[in-house]
């Protein structure tokens, strides 16, 4: 299984961002997809999930501003941001739940991970 994240860089405070990762190796259809990431001196952390079905979840410091979304056809999933603050700086990872059809956000249950992609949110 393979994810390739792209996207991010540098973005002005109150700017916006779009992510894709697209997935290899597995039924993309058939997996629940998250990005999470990780700032420096800090945990990871969930960002949004999309189950194999299209539930969606956000956590709350980024409801409102940020839109995760699958595209099955070309096995990749986005995310878009808008309303960008300093506390976004970091390294993004998009993330496949390692079994088919089960819905999630417990991190442990995601077992693939891309690279990872920094978006860095400065004036």
């Known amino acids: 299984v393979q994810l390739q994240a792209s996207g991010g860089g540098l973005v002005q405070p109150g700017g916006s961002l779009s992510l894709s990762c697209e997935a290899s190796?597995?039924?993309?259809?058939?997996?629940?997809m998250a990005w999470f990431r990780q700032a420096p001196g800090k945990s990871r952390e969930l960002v949004a999930a999309?189950?194999?079905?299209?539930?969606?979840f956000y956590e709350d410091y980024v409801e409102g501003r940020f839109t995760i979304s699958r595209d099955n056809a070309k096995n990749t999933v986005y995310l878009q941001g808008s309303s960008l603050k300093p506390e976004d700086t970091a390294v993004y990872y998009c993330?496949?739940?390692?079994?088919?059809?089960?819905?999630?956000?417990?991190?442990?249950?995601?077992?693939?991970w891309g690279q990872g992609t920094q978006v860095t949110v400065s004036s």
């Open positions: 993330a496949a739940a390692g079994r088919p059809s089960i819905w999630t956000i417990n991190d442990s249950a995601y077992k693939y």
């Open positions: 190796g597995l039924s993309f259809s058939r997996h629940s």
């Open positions: 999309i189950s194999f079905d299209n539930a969606i």
